[in-house]
Structures are given as C-alpha cells and as structure tokens.
C-alpha cells in the first residue's frame, strides 16, 4: 500500500505543463497546491493579504504579491486583483483551492478574456453546478434522483413560507450559492420558518454575495456520502469511490473517510457504490465537466439502497487526502494536467480502494462554548508524530509565531492517517491527534479524540446530526493539580536559577552552591475560568524532588525535569505526566525559553495527548484584581455584561436600547470567521446598548449591559465582602 501518491509520468507527445502557475488562494491547501505544483517542477505564485504576510503559503511559494488589506472582499475574492497578480508574474494558469473563487463563473470568464487558463471546470458546469436550485432542476433530467423540495430563483420569504408545508417539516432552509453548509437552517416548525429565513438571507448574502434560498426536506437521520469524480476534455468520466461524510456541526464536515463504513458494512455496499459512482459520473457528464469535482448524496441510514443528489462540488474537496490516501491518486496533479489538455490515463477499471482513511480537521475554536471560533498567535508548533511511518498525513499551514485571525475560516489544519482497515486507521488518527501540539491558540483536538473514540462512531453508526446529540455527554478535561504544580515548579525554577534553562536532563548546578532553609515560595496562577490557585513550593526545583501543597491541601512530593525542546516530564506522588510547554512573554513577541532577563514568563501553556491550557502567573496586582471581581458578583450569578467572543462585525441588533429583555433572549449577532454567533441576555433585566450595526468590534469589547430589577441585599452583604476583601488582601502579603 503506498499512502502517497506517485507522480504519473507526463504522456510524450501531449501538451506540455504550464510554466507558471498561480495559486489564489490562501491556508493549508494552498500550501498543498505549491507542494504538487513543486513535485511537478512549475514555478508557483502565491496571492496574499496583508493578514497574510508571514503566512506558511507565501514562504513556500517561488514568487508572492500582496493582492490588498485582509478583508477576503478586498483581496482573495478581488478577481481584478488576481488577474493583475497573474500579469505581473507571468502566471499562465490559476488554480483556485476550494472556497473564495474556486466556484465563480465571472472569475472563470475573467481568466478566459485574459488568456489564462482556470485549473477547473468550464462556464457551463460552473454556471449550472454553482446554482444549488439550477443543479438540482438540471441532473433530474439525466436520471440522477433528489430530495424533494421547492427550488424556484427568486422566491421571496411570503413565497417560501407558502411553499414550506407541500414540502413538510422538518425542513432544510439552503442558500443557493456557495457551499460548506455555510447559510444552512433547520426549521422544525411553521412558526420558526419567518425569523430562520431573515438569518438565513443575510449570512447568504453576506458569505456569497447572494440571498437566493431554497428549500428542502430533511431526510431523517441521514449520511452525507459524496463521490470524487475525474473528467478530462476528451469525454472521459471516472469516479474514485466514495467518501462518508456524515460527522458535521452546524453542517460543516469535521470528520471524513474513505470509504464509506455504511457501504463497507452491506452485502450489496459494492453494488451500490457502482450505482452512486455512475450517478456521479452522469451528473458530470450532464454539464460537460473537466477536471476533479465531488458530486454530494443524501443517504438514508434506514433504507442506504436509496440516495438523492444534493450538489455538485466544482472543485476540490477540503476531504480529497483521504480519497488519495486509498487510491494513491494525486487529485491535484490530474487537476493541472487535465487543464493543459492531457487524457486520463486512469481508467474505471484501474480504480483499487486500498486500505481505509480517515481525516480531521483541526478548527481554531472553543467546542465547550458550543465551538467559538478563536484567535491567537501560535506560540508552539508540533503537528506531525515522528513514528507516523507514512501512514500519518498533515495538510497545515501552521507555523510558530502565526496570527490565526477573525478574518477568515477557522479551519487550521487536517490530520489524514490510513491503516489496513478502519479501526487501525482510527487508531492511528487517535495517536496522531494525540501527539498533535499547537500552543497558543484553542483548537478542537481533545473533541476530536473524543468524538472518534465514541461507541456509536468506532461502530460506524454515523448520520448527519451525531455530534450535536452526543456533546452534552462527552466530559472535557480540566485543569488540575498536576498542571498547577508543573506551572508552580516551571516559575519557581526560573527564578531559582533563571531563563537558561537546559533542554534535557535534571536540572543541576555545577558549582555544588547550595541554599539554607527558607519558607515554602507561593506561586499564585490565574486558572481558565478565572479563578485563583495557590501553590506552595518548599526546596530547590533545580536538585530534584521538592514539597509542594495545591491551596493549602496536604504536603505532596514533586518533581520537574525537561526531556526534550519544550517538553517537561512532572512527577507528582510517584506519577508522571508529559506536556509540551511555552512560556509567554506579554508583549515581547518572544515564546523562547531564553526569554527575557527578567526570566519569569506572564503565562505558561501547556499541552497535553491533545488537551491544552493556559494558566497565567500573578503578581499581587493581577491576583488582587481577580478575587475582588470574584467578590463583586454573587456565587453562581450571571455577568450581566455581553461581550463580543472575538473579533468582528454587529450584523443585526435585535433589540432597542432601555427594552425589557429576557434570560436567552437573542440581543446582537456578530459575524466572525465566515460564521454568525449570536449573544443572547444571560439574566432578565433592562437591555443597555453599546453598538450598532454595521460596528466593528474587537475581543472581548462589552456589546451590551443587563440592568437586573432591584433586589434588596441582606444587611450583612456589605459586611461579608469587607471581610471576604480583607481575607484576601492579607493572603495576598503571605503569598509574597
């Protein structure tokens, strides 16, 4: 089994490849495109914002152009821009990734009048295939089947909401331009149809510049099976099997693999992928298609014999590795041979699945904050396992020192294994996201192992709507004392013998100097959900095993040595535990052990088999400040403060300012990483406004205020701060 593609020998007497191509695109697959392109020895261009200016893809291309500032609008999405680019570096053709213009038809037309080749389909199918309600119309009458529904251009939301009860509830409310479940809606019931389509309309109108909705009905517990399909401009057509897809949130993919479990499983699963893969092959004979595109099945998990058509993808699938890995097809190189004019030379019967593949895609995000999307620097990078022996893929543009911004999709990275059979390959995913490192930003990794490591999963019992019905019980990790006793060991050290710290081995002084007896050092850490823990620390961390005691607790035996380059082994009691760890440096720009002279880091990350987390270390101000805003708010009362979870845009406010609103009730919704998140009122009271709409906000930045009805405090309220205050202040001094 080769888990690797082998370039195929260019055919003699056939058109040659491109000189130059450009790759307009940004992220992980455009680094993926520069690494074929380089394989195949074409001089590779890449496009950038000034977002991207230190990005991985603009180091590892020959040439780079600054195409405009970071908003997508103004720079990938800027077909002017792209074709100015291709002049000025001599670009012959453009490949387009996927998302931004990939499935444009007025940059494909663009390119055309300037005399550059579009790595891609033609108009015809971009034009047909890129319209969801065109593309649906149009392959019924080539016997390919769909889901029932209403698919008329032009509908308005009276029409729409007319229409919804011939096509029944539950429905799917589904933007007819763009793709990535981006503008999707579950509507369960008449009355919610209104409100779901307004939402609907404006994250359509905003992703794709086009408001046009459909409907569709939603076929209960379904799959979401796609096949990859290869046509060349000599009336070729072949397809590469299939890839199940039905792992998604929010109708994102987060999850996929090759093959299907569900067809694997069947006495009739190969005579169903022949079915499915001709049904492909039909719909992309239809629109004259060229080039790889991936033609999308609804399939009934209680009736899988039955599929309906949903899209066509006209470009390449963010999930293409896993069909690579078990075909050992490079999908992007037959993208540009195809497009100099070359044949297949791949035919149907030549097609093997080797093996099976799994892949996951690491998102910048929070999943216990219902998946947030989140930003950061990336402090500390380690994402590929050195005993992956070819059979771990990671497709990343992830470097150390990288800004992940609001601006663009959290998507960060894609983690693709392969084993002989499904469990292995689950397996061998579960140790790579294990060994996955990415300090400095959230990420979904610990998810991720939990969501492939689940019952229903590993049996392959998957449908679309899995993973919102097993989150409330998968159990995430916390902070706990070994974390705070390797922060409080880590801090201890650097003061004790200061920033140089040794890569490996125990830490020793080669001078035998020695310390007399003095009290235990108090290290006070600021934890994630903003509280306080104390560690107390009694000998000197550099000579090996010292005291310590977690808020006061019973005296415990612990020690701290580094293994390898920001890795430190904790021993606590008796038991070890690995982490990657980075200090940070407020405003130093510096994550290096070396640091800065003054030696003790502002914060220190640390990771863990795919868990992380952040613990900040205090000084009396920083401390002091915490417990008095723990002091200000009852136990377990709620922030009457909104604020915005990153940076974005207000796109709607839905209430007035002075209104009486209601605990849960939607107030602002602000756009953030090509996703809406909606902040509702975390008490009842009177709504106080900030912001308006169209207002660019920044992390964190309160967007509105709940004024509760008054409510008497007891006599002693007072009092009991004073003291609670007091207590703290005075703790404050002995921790120092």
């Not at 030549?350 to 904050?369: C, F, I, K, M």
């Not at 050195?386 to 470097?399: F, I, M, T, Y």
């Not at 998810?447 to 097993?470: F, M, P, W």
């Amino acid at each position: 089994m080769t888990t690797t593609s082998t370039p195929l020998q260019q055919p003699q007497g056939t058109t040659p490849l491109f000189g130059t191509v450009l790759v307009a695109n940004r992220g992980e697959i455009a680094c993926r495109v520069h690494r074929t392109l380089r394989a195949l020895g074409i001089r590779s261009v890449a496009v950038y914002s000034d977002a991207d200016a230190g990005a991985r893809h603009v180091r590892e291309a020959d040439v780079a152009v600054r195409i405009g500032p970071a908003a997508a609008a103004e720079s990938y999405l800027k077909i002017e821009a792209i074709i100015q680019a291709c002049r000025d570096t001599g670009a012959d053709a453009v490949h387009p990734g996927y998302g931004f213009l990939s499935e444009n038809v007025d940059f494909a037309r663009a390119l055309d009048a300037a005399g550059i080749t579009f790595i891609g389909p033609g108009v015809e199918s971009l034009n047909v295939m890129g319209d969801k309600i065109r593309s649906k119309n149009h392959v019924t009458g080539y016997g390919v089947p769909v889901v029932p529904g209403i698919a008329e251009p032009g509908m308005t939301d009276a029409q729409l909401i007319e229409a919804a009860a011939g096509v029944g509830f539950p429905l799917l409310i589904k933007p007819s331009a763009g793709g990535g479940g981006k503008g999707m809606h579950i509507v369960e019931r008449p009355e919610d149809l209104e409100a779901t389509l307004a939402t609907a309309r404006r994250v359509a109108a905003s992703a794709f510049g086009d408001d046009t909705l459909f409907l569709e009905r939603l076929v209960l517990t379904p799959r979401h099976i796609e096949v990859q399909v290869l046509a060349d401009n000599h009336g070729n057509v072949i397809h590469l099997g299939e890839r199940e897809c039905s792992l998604q949130r929010r109708h994102q993919k987060v999850i996929e693999e090759a093959p299907s479990p569900l067809l694997e499983s069947l006495p009739d699963g190969a005579g169903i992928r022949a079915r499915l893969g001709e049904a492909a092959c039909q719909a992309a004979r239809s629109v004259n298609y060229s080039g790889a595109g991936t033609v999308e099945f609804l399939v009934s998990d209680n009736a899988p014999d039955e599929f309906f058509f949903m899209e066509m993808n006209t470009r390449l699938q963010v999930e293409h590795p896993v069909t690579e890995m078990v075909t050992g097809v490079d999908l992007v190189e037959w993208q540009v041979r195809i497009a100099a004019g070359e044949m297949l030379t791949v035919q149907q019967a030549d097609v093997v699945l080797t093996g099976h593949s799994v892949e996951a895609r690491v998102y910048a995000e929070v999943p216990e904050r219902n998946f947030m999307p989140s930003a950061g620097t990336v402090v500390l990078l380690d994402e590929v396992p050195g005993d992956a022996d070819g059979k771990v893929r990671v497709d990343s543009a992830l470097v150390e020192g990288l800004v992940i911004s609001s601006s663009y999709d959290p998507m960060i990275s894609k983690v693709i294994a392969w084993g002989r059979d499904r469990t292995e390959a689950l397996d061998t995913l579960d140790g790579a996201l294990a060994g996955y490192t990415a300090l400095g930003i959230d990420t979904n990794v610990e998810y991720l192992r939990l969501l492939i490591n689940d019952a229903d999963v590993r049996a392959g019992r998957l449908d679309t709507g899995l993973i919102e019905r097993k989150m409330p019980d998968f159990s995430f990790r916390r902070t706990g004392d070994f974390e705070l006793v390797a922060a409080a060991l880590y801090t201890v050290a650097m003061e004790q013998q200061g920033p140089q710290l040794p890569v490996a081995g125990p830490w020793n002084r080669r001078d035998g100097w020695r310390l007399g007896v003095r009290p235990p050092r108090r290290i006070s850490l600021g934890l994630p959900d903003g509280g306080v823990a104390t560690v107390a620390v009694s000998g000197q961390v550099a000579l090996g095993t010292v005291t310590v005691t977690v808020d006061g607790g019973p005296q415990r035996k612990a020690s701290l040595r580094f293994s390898r380059r920001h890795h430190a082994e904790l021993t606590l009691d008796g038991e070890a535990r690995e982490y990657a760890l980075a200090p940070v440096y407020w405003g130093a720009g510096n994550p290096d052990q070396s640091g800065p002279a003054a030696g003790v880091p502002q914060e220190l990350l640390f990771g863990n088999e795919g868990w992380s987390c952040r613990l900040e270390v205090l000084t009396r101000e920083t401390r002091l400040a915490r417990v008095l805003a723990a002091v200000e708010r009852e136990e377990g009362a709620a922030d009457p403060a909104v604020r915005s979870p990153m940076p974005g845009t207000v796109v709607s406010v839905s209430v007035r300012n002075g209104d009486t609103v209601e605990a849960g009730q939607v107030l602002v919704s602000v756009e953030a990483m090509k996703m809406e998140h909606q902040l509702v009122a975390p008490l009842d009271g009177t709504v106080h406004l900030t912001v308006t709409s169209g207002d660019l906000v920044k992390a964190d930045q309160v967007l509105a205020t709940i004024h509760p009805a008054a409510v008497a405090a007891p006599p002693s309220a007072d009092k009991a701060a004073e003291d609670t205050i007091e207590e703290a202040v005075i703790a404050m001094g002995a921790a120092d």
